[in-house]
């Protein structure tokens, strides 16, 4: 593994995890019925872990990323760059101050927000719920793994980024506000994700349109 590699992995989360959530990234979405012709958004791609296997299974232009951390999406261009089969894809990848700045004239068949939401605030999360509710097609789906429980900060991430818990009525409360309803899929790993402990508890929520 190459100094710059070892780099990349590390920040998105512990290395030794990272092909593993590739995987269950990918899986998963297609296991949800994602096919290469539908509108996929990646809401927080950081360096496109799940997002470079994804870019290649879509059609070309069907990829659409964002991310906050110029740090990370900086990384996810020289992974373009070293792959130029994926940047032919001509994925759209987008820096953001805010959720509510993405732009795009597309409505989005599948929306997937991994390892995101527990990371935001309670008002950032209505913000991305906001947004969501407006770029889904009507039939589509927004997938958003968290943790569920007695609302608390359990700890933080790189020293930045709380890790929050929260229990299900809240997101449910807040997906009523915007035209969404919520399922809650069950734990990650009842659902094929074999990481660490505590991701594997989270669990994965599916919102669609009311």
């Given at each position: 593994?190459?100094?710059?590699?070892?780099?990349?992995k590390?920040?998105?989360?512990?290395?030794?995890?990272?092909?593993?959530?590739?995987?269950?990234?990918?899986?998963?979405?297609?296991?949800?019925?994602?096919?290469?012709?539908?509108?996929?958004?990646?809401?927080?791609?950081?360096?496109?872990?799940?997002?470079?296997?994804?870019?290649?299974?879509?059609?070309?232009?069907?990829?659409?990323?964002?991310?906050?951390?110029?740090?990370?999406?900086?990384?996810?261009y020289?992974?373009?760059?070293?792959?130029?089969?994926?940047?032919?894809?001509?994925?759209?990848?987008?820096?953001?101050?805010?959720?509510?700045?993405?732009?795009?004239?597309?409505?989005?068949?599948?929306?997937?927000?991994?390892?995101v939401?527990?990371?935001?605030?309670?008002?950032?999360?209505?913000?991305?719920?906001?947004k969501?509710?407006?770029?889904?097609?009507?039939?589509?789906?927004?997938?958003?793994?968290?943790?569920l429980?007695?609302?608390?900060?359990?700890?933080?991430?790189?020293?930045?980024?709380?890790?929050?818990?929260?229990?299900?009525?809240?997101?449910?409360?807040?997906?009523?506000?915007?035209?969404?309803?919520?399922?809650?899929?069950?734990?990650?790993?009842?659902?094929?994700?074999?990481?660490?402990?505590?991701?594997?508890?989270?669990?994965?929520?599916?919102?669609?349109?009311?």
């Amino acid at each position: 593994m190459s100094k710059d590699s070892e780099h990349r992995k590390v920040l998105v989360g512990p290395a030794e995890h990272f092909e593993e959530k590739r995987r269950f990234q990918k899986d998963f979405i297609i296991s949800q019925g994602l096919q290469s012709h539908h509108n996929y958004l990646d809401i927080g791609c950081g360096v496109l872990r799940g997002g470079l296997p994804l870019i290649m299974y879509l059609d070309t232009g069907n990829y659409s990323g964002c991310d906050v951390d110029p740090v990370v999406l900086e990384e996810a261009y020289k992974v373009l760059q070293e792959n130029p089969n994926a940047q032919n894809k001509k994925p759209d990848l987008q820096l953001l101050q805010t959720i509510r700045d993405f732009s795009s004239s597309k409505k989005y068949d599948f929306v997937m927000a991994y390892s995101v939401l527990i990371h935001m605030t309670d008002s950032i999360v209505e913000e991305c719920l906001d947004k969501c509710s407006s770029l889904l097609h009507p039939e589509g789906f927004f997938f958003a793994n968290v943790n569920l429980g007695e609302t608390k900060q359990i700890n933080t991430w790189k020293n930045t980024f709380p890790v929050n818990r929260r229990p299900l009525e809240f997101y449910k409360n807040i997906a009523a506000r915007y035209s969404m309803k919520v399922e809650d899929l069950g734990s990650l790993l009842s659902l094929g994700h074999n990481a660490d402990e505590g991701s594997n508890a989270q669990h994965m929520l599916k919102f669609t349109k009311d």
